[in-house]
């Protein structure tokens, strides 16, 4: 059993940045591929950014190319979202989820994870 804590959301400007850390409970964590998610009001949920579990291999939405970095510490058992230049297109509840995988494969695949967090809002004001 994991349990998931995001933190660091807010309210920023247009262009402004902000950086999420999801902290994992458990001493198994390095043994998860990480994932962030995000649910815009009125849309489904999607996949944002993924990390393999030991850092090998990351993976991103077109959308955020460029602009966000996912990172993970293992012995902080805490994976990061750096997101910089921030749009309000941006704006949704980000969620981090832990897939029990040691693969780089399918890591944008919202269905293999195997554990949530409660997210946490993100509003982009222009």
């Known amino acids: 059993q994991v349990q998931l804590v995001e933190s660091g959301g807010g309210l920023v400007q247009a262009g402004g940045s902000l950086r999420l850390s999801c902290a994992a409970s458990?001493?198994?964590?390095?043994?998860?591929?990480m994932g962030w998610f995000r649910q815009a009001p009125g849309k489904e949920r999607e996949f944002v950014a993924a990390i393999s579990r030991n850092s090998g291999s990351t993976v991103y939405a077109d959308s955020v190319k460029g602009r966000f970095t996912i990172s993970r510490d293992n012995a902080k058992n805490t994976v990061y979202l750096q997101m910089n230049s921030l749009k309000p297109d941006d704006t949704a509840v980000y969620y981090c989820?832990?897939?029990?995988?040691?693969?780089?494969?399918?890591?944008?695949?919202?269905?293999?994870?195997?554990?949530w967090g409660q997210g946490t809002q993100v509003t982009v004001s222009s």
């Open positions: 458990g001493r198994t964590f390095s043994t998860y591929a």
């Open positions: 989820a832990a897939w029990y995988y040691s693969g780089t494969a399918y890591l944008e695949d919202a269905a293999k994870y195997d554990y």
